[in-house]
């Protein structure tokens, strides 16, 4: 056992076997010739089944350190400064483990390579500032850009985005300061109006015990509103307040067919106009045939932290409203293992383009399909 930021280096430098396995990702176990062998064994001894392993973590999920210090990994690529002891492993499911090739770099070689690359890269964004040799100049750069070029953040013309999930959290922090749970019902609404443009035709405050409900009304229908109502309700509850709810009255349920003629020729400039006003984007997910079900408990998560709702499905295909699109792509990415083996692209909508990815570790752009 060695500590946290033990300077004794026991996992050299180089491309090694992985795998990934629910969100994390792993070294090969010893004992083991290659990654074939270990899925082979995997099958035949069946699950669950223990393995000793090695932890590999994007440090924001390593505990107790400085990140402006040490700088942020992004996988595959992965700092042997982190690395911890072996740890054991339960794997339920054999199918949820995914082959991957990592990088391992010690922090000063992560940094050479980050400050070449970045160098390279980021001339011409308004967040690039100069970077000299010293690591703190490579503050910014650490949690956004990977090793291979990807970069979900760049920004140009001093034009940035609204985003709708960076409203949610300012409100959220208004709720608390102002104690909105105890305040009346035009009170709420003008915050909701203030931080999203939300409007609606009425509120009253129903009140039952500790349960306290804001039910809005609203005259016309706007399918865009029902679902973002309910998304800053479920952050309320989730984050601030369980006892609280925010619904409009007699609101219908989605319309799926709807929100994917919004995305045809005759209606997206109407669309992007909406999606520039709440700091939104539409992604259209495809996937291989018969993976519907294990898409959707993969986006379970995404779902619950309020990073997509779902607006639309078909068969190898599901449709979301996007609160953080760079946050998104980034988790798709870190995923890719998972999402890549079930065929997952995604066609971005936003308010000025549409961007098709293939997701993996290059996060590909394709030439989106008429």
Known sequence: ????FSKKN?????????????????????????ISQFLTALKQKGTPMQVDTVVLEEDWQVKKRSSYELGVSIAPYFITDYINSTVTLNIEDADDVYPVMVELLTQKEYNQR?????KDYCPGCDRFGSVTEKDSSLSGHFGEISLDGVCFYRTEDGYVPR???????????????ADLSNAPADRVV?????HFG???DGARLAIEGEKRSLVLSADSRDDFRTMLTALVSGMVRTRVDENYEILIDGAEAIDPDAMLARLNPENIAETRATLKKFGLS????????????????????????????ICGDGPGMRVYLLTDTPEVLRWFRYCSPELSAMGAKITVFDETDVTRYRIGFEMAREKPEA
């Open 1 to 4: 056992m060695f500590g946290l």
């Open 10 to 34: 026991l996992f050299p430098s180089g491309v090694q076997t992985g795998f990934y396995y629910r969100y994390g990702y792993f070294l090969l176990p010893a004992g083991y010739q290659d």
């Open 114 to 118: 980050l400050r070449t690359l970045v």
């Open 163 to 177: 985003k709708f999930m960076l409203q949610v959290l300012r409100f959220l922090n208004a709720w608390q300061f």
């Open 190 to 194: 003008r915050e909701i109006r203030e």
């Open 198 to 200: 939300l409007e609606y």
């Open 282 to 309: 539409i992604g259209v997910m495809t996937y291989n045939e018969g993976c519907d079900d294990k898409m959707d408990d993969f986006m379970l998560d995404m779902q619950g932290k309020g990073l997509a709702l």
